[in-house]
């Protein structure tokens, strides 16, 4: 028999879960804080993460849950969050298939994420976006090392001694062209890794992709913040897409692997022809090309190829980075910037929100951002060309 008073429990500790602080105003109503994240020096509050579970709910009672706690900061300037009305949570039943809460309301002035939940079991999970844990990326490696194309090199380790990859997917014939993908660096960003599993599955099997060109990916910058259910800065609190002006081996190892294996591929005599990072926003979505105008001819060729190929839907025009996020402040360049300054690479910084896509006239789920990266491929192929 069930007790008479089963309690709910909301529950975080498992492979990205993450909550700030549980407030209990009734047995049907909770207060949840968004756990936040923030630099080395306590600044650039980021609370856009929350992934938890919710145990003993009743079937058929309706259960709110407020998300609070959400203002923070953004390249030193304060904002009400990242968190409101164009980014409704995911709600799953199995941890594993995930579709969008419709029943929500945003109060701008408090702010808060009013979710109403009407359970169809008593078991359930939400999160801000569809999780991608590190199982989800060893289950993808398994699967991508039955290719013969396939080939996994460790560059070093993250600062909680996980492993860091680049992964090759070898040309069939003559390698003419390299092209170089990044996907992750930020780990509340788990669409990116949506896509670069996509765009991984493509390049094994679709053998025209690969013809005379090898790309390179490191699919996954910050293992250790997806495990913790972080927001965007490394366990020290640095933020792995800044600090490319930085050479710290201790406090960003992530950043220090990484350029040491572009260098290695530059310093051997090879070039990279295209350079790739994918990140996620609430509401913008945009393609900024490197700072350098020698390449926006290759930067124009590529805009266009992503908006016939792909469902990226831009929020603004073509741009071109300048030389750092913010001048004069070391520790400022995102990898494009930073690639650029010390090799003059052709190194684009993509963003892709989270909110509403008019192009695909939904919200976005996981299996449309696979379909994303699966274009992806194709478009940057067509792009060198
Ligand atoms: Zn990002």
Not at 183 to 194: K, L
Not at 234 to 243: A, E, F, K, P
Request: hydrophobic residues 35%.
């Amino acid at each position: 028999m069930l007790p008479l008073f089963a309690l709910i429990t909301i529950q975080t500790s498992f492979d990205g879960g993450s909550l700030g602080r549980i407030e209990k105003v009734s047995e049907v109503h909770f207060r949840l804080g968004a756990k936040g994240d923030v630099d080395q020096d306590k600044r650039n509050r980021q609370a856009n993460w929350y992934y938890f579970r919710v145990d003993g709910a009743k079937l058929g009672t309706k259960l709110t849950l407020d998300m609070v706690d959400l203002p923070g900061e953004y390249n030193y300037k304060p904002n009400r969050g990242a968190i409101q009305k164009e980014t409704p949570p995911v709600i799953s039943y199995d941890n594993e298939r995930w579709k969008h809460l419709e029943t929500f309301t945003y109060d701008a002035d408090e702010p808060k994420l009013r979710l109403e939940v009407t359970p169809a079991a008593a078991r359930f999970w939400i999160a801000h976006v569809a999780p991608y844990t590190n199982a989800h990326l060893d289950r993808l490696r398994q699967r991508a090392r039955r290719s013969r194309a396939f080939r996994e090199e460790k560059i070093g380790k993250s600062v909680q001694g996980r492993d860091l990859f680049v992964w090759t997917i070898e040309p069939s014939g003559p390698a003419r062209k390299t092209i170089w993908l990044m996907f992750r660096q930020h780990s509340w960003e788990s669409g990116s890794s949506y896509a670069g599993e996509g765009a991984v599955l493509e390049l094994l099997e679709n053998e025209s992709l690969r013809r005379g060109v090898r790309w390179k990916i490191f699919p996954f910058c910050d293992p250790d913040g997806v495990a913790r259910g972080n927001v965007r800065f490394n366990v020290h609190g640095y933020d792995l897409n800044r600090n490319w002006d930085v050479e710290d081996p201790v406090k960003m190892p992530e950043i220090a692997a990484q350029r040491n294996a572009i260098r290695k591929w530059l310093e051997q005599g090879n070039k990279i022809d295209l350079f790739y990072s994918l990140h996620n926003t609430e509401t913008g979505e945009y393609l900024e090309g490197p700072p350098g105008k020698e390449h926006a001819t290759l930067a124009e060729r590529f805009f266009a190829a992503l908006i016939s190929k792909t469902s990226f839907h831009p929020s603004r025009r073509l741009t071109f980075s300048t030389a750092s996020t913010t001048e004069g402040m070391r520790g400022r360049m995102n990898v494009a910037q930073g690639l650029y300054n010390d090799w003059k690479l052709p190194a684009f910084l993509m963003e892709q929100r989270i909110s509403f896509n008019e192009k695909l006239k939904r919200l976005p789920l996981p299996e449309d951002r696979i379909r994303f990266g699966r274009e992806l491929v194709a478009a940057i192929r067509k792009a060198v060309e």
